[in-house]
């Protein structure tokens, strides 16, 4: 069976593999814009907005989580919630990493 177009498994590699965070920010412009529209419909709009700043990446990876915690729906709107936020909060750590001093010093 072919993997979701919103799966973590299928963008995981990809987060990982993010060099930069102008790369990571791609990806996940990518990911946002892979749902099909009767997943969008399933979460609310504004947690599948695009993301414009690593900020907004910070940002939406907590929201994601509140919502996820508070979530009161069908199975498939959570399974959906469930996947945006585990792509989004993977990004949010990959971005950690690529922002920490550490990485900035060996560039």
Do not use: C, T
Not at 3 to 27: C, G, H, N, T, Y
Not at 52 to 69: G, M
């Amino acid at each position: 069976m072919a993997l979701s177009p919103i799966a973590f498994e299928k963008w995981q590699v990809s987060i990982q593999r993010a060099a930069s965070v102008d790369e990571l920010m791609l990806v996940i412009a990518a990911y946002l814009s892979a749902w099909p529209v009767e997943d969008l419909m399933r979460v609310p709009q504004s947690l599948v907005a695009p993301i414009r700043s690593s900020d907004e990446l910070a940002a939406r990876a907590v929201d994601l989580n509140h919502a996820e915690i508070d979530f009161r729906g069908s199975s498939e709107s959570q399974s959906a919630l469930g996947e945006l936020a585990m792509v989004v909060s993977a990004a949010a750590v990959r971005l950690a990493f690529l922002q920490s001093p550490r990485v900035a010093l060996n560039k």
